[in-house]
């Protein structure tokens, strides 16, 4: 491929989807592998994958609008086999948000002008679509008119510590549900998480952001100033659909570093609309994607099966299985999955460590398993 | 098949060892199936199968003696390849453990006249073989000169709940080791259990047994008398090599009794030989196996891994591969059994549970996997 885009936004289009689908995640292995990781995984719960959903939930809105993914160059086809509706960029390399985000809204710039954009991580869950679109809804209208960078805060439930979470300031403009921000907060430990809980004032930070293409690159020239040559630049390649070499030049210089971190901590017109009614997780893990599945669909046994397991004196026990028929016997929240050439058994409280597991993989030379 | 009976003994045998191999057990599986039960399963410390350890352990004094194995028709086959060396005698259809003594009985009595038995089971573990071995003499050439029923106890070493247990009387005849028996217990709670383990006057019955084939006969006719017209009939088979439909027609009259009920309990000549110095396991379980396994080779670690697995914070945890890589995380008494067509995660405490699994396999029909 010589051109990293793979085709022009639709003109009419009167804002665009960013789908943010660079993530290589480990911690659903063995099912999640480094060349068809978390988002292409069918763990949503009509049967879809994760980025097959993130686009559908914003579908509805869609009439007049484009859908743009962000992926790693790998991951370009993977993209087109399951949303072929979408517009692909692919990154030369992974260079985390900030670059990511740019990339997007220079193609947003050269090709649209100064829309809207609504980016979304492809990789979350989310339940509850009529107060989620009503919110997409209100950040657009929000952001069409006034010069904002709004991110989606969603009020945390329980005291989450794998999240970071946003302080809210002032109401803004005495609008309900929409807070200036008093400051972005590092992921909390489990004391400081439940004094956030009761606060009221904290919330996830939910990657969930919209602002028009103008408002942004405004935001990285001022706030990363050092950026401003490379910005330039990208604007000469997006009219060119971005050709590989010269991308990839540009690429190596960008700064690897988050869009909160680059942007959203520094920005005085940030502005957090309260994910109000509709349930979010980040599904970091086969745990909190238990849970948040479970949410989506409430069972009395807190046992979930997919696939042909029978179950005895088992509970809170997820089986993810593949061909192989699975017994599971006086388990307690364990997690079983089967896959081709790899079975994980888990316990729940350490659902983050199997990211230690690909690490040994790695290290063992066992390629084929990562 | 019309003869039941492999071939005739070596009339130069001094004594025959008779070895039990009809069980069907269900609580190894997924490894073990109806076709394939616990004795074929490559479970011996040295990677062979119970029933070839079984045989190994007894060789040394093999000599002059021959190794009759008794098993049911549909596993004839199996008994072949895994001991080419011995005989078969196949039961036409299963009838407990005194039907098969009989009928291993029988044979030795025509073919070899009254020599000297040692009956085994082919499914326990035993580590110590010199000890075994030295129990096994004292108890050959106590038989042979004395028309008693001997047995072998094992001294307990906790207080198990799975196993019945002999309680010992007097010394027999001043003899080290050697006591007559005062009675056969049932299978204790874990109060009794404990009590037993602190009298020091119980001891586990192994299931093994050395007596003469006409002391058992002489048994089996004065002890259950209503035998008797089916045990004429029994030698005259034995002749004929146990021609199918007749034999078949014979099984089908005996009693499904034990061995110990029908005899044991009620004759007047039993003796028990303690077993000291070595280590015995009926393996009745995944976990009983793993304690059995690591008494005999004992680990800093508790987990017990074959095949491809990588384990990170597990503990006591055994894990029995087949093909594929098995990654275990926070795991703790768990038990992990993968085979071509199904996977087992158990917990050690029920172990014994693996049974439902296989009655709830059939009550759904599916039978493959059974």
Known sequence: MSKLSSGKLNKQAEFVTVVLAGGSGTRFWPLSRSAHPKQFLNLAPDGTSLIQATASRIAPLESNSELLVVTAQNQSQ???????????????????????????????????????????????????????????????????????????????????????????????????????????VEKPNLHLAKEYLSSGDYFWNSGMFIWRAGVIWKAFQELMPKLAPQLEKLLDLAKLDFPLAETSNLFEQFESISIDYGVMEKASNVVMLAGVGFRWSDVGSWSSWKDAYEEIHPDDSRNLIFGDASLINCKDTLIYGDKKFIAGVGLESLIVVDTPDAILVCHRDQAQEVKKIVDLLKEKGKHGLV
């Open 78 to 184: 993977l993209v087109a086999q399951h949303l072929p509706q979408a517009k692909v960029l692919a990154e030369p390399m992974p260079k985390n948000t900030a670059a990511c985000i740019a990339y997007a809204a220079a193609k947003v710039l050269v090709e649209l002008g100064d829309v809207p954009m609504i980016c979304l991580p492809a990789d979350h869950l989310i339940a509850g679509n009529e107060e989620l679109l009503r919110t997409y809804k209100r950040a657009l209208e929000l952001t069409k008119t006034e010069d904002l960078l709004a991110t989606i805060g969603i009020p945390p439930s329980y005291p989450e510590t794998g999240y970071g979470y946003i302080k809210k300031g002032q109401n803004y403009k005495d609008t309900e549900h929409i807070y200036s921000v008093h400051s972005f």
